[in-house]
């Protein structure tokens, strides 16, 4: 993942009294690694501004307006589509959060509490944020998926409906049913 300046907070060093505002606004050149990273064409804007707020002694939570401009290929045509990105971000970090040792376990209901980390990367923060709130699907206006039929050269393709086990079954009743007239 791409590294943006000053996007790294040592959490024993802020203020314990009040909240530590931050922002960041990548550059051009940043901006591009950021989409590179996400696998997606471009990213036009991109802001992230919020603060730490302490909790108790060691505790703290982040919140924070992710804002975006992001251009992604459309799933159907792969013409550029653009899309808005704003985001309201929390998160809590917590430094008596139980060690997970099994290979297996149960989503929390809370996702936004994390293991307290010595020093917070601000920039992985918006990068892990701005790829959760990438619209899956893009679509250009008025692009329609249809139905697509694919086979080998000289064999007939196979629709969706001629797929289904008891497909033929309703011609077959039909035909016994005309010929029976």
Known sequence: MPQLPKSHLRLADLATRKPTVFELVPTADERKAVAAALDIVGIKKLRFSGKLTPQGRQDWTLSAEL????????????????????????????????????????????????????????????IEALSLALPPYPRVEGADLSQAV???????????????????????????ENKDK
């Open 150 to 176: 694919f086979a080998e050269p000289g064999v007939t393709p196979m629709s969706d409906d001629e797929a289904k086990p008891f497909a033929g079954l309703g011609a077959l009743r039909e035909s016994l």
């Open 67 to 126: 804002g975006a401009t992001v251009v992604q290929d459309c799933v159907v045509t792969l013409d550029p589509v653009t899309a808005r990105i704003d985001e309201a971000i929390l998160r809590s970090y917590v430094a008596d959060t139980p060690e997970i040792e099994a290979s297996e376990v149960e989503m929390p209901e809370d996702d936004t509490v994390e293991a307290l980390p010595e020093t917070l990367d601000l920039a992985q923060v918006m």
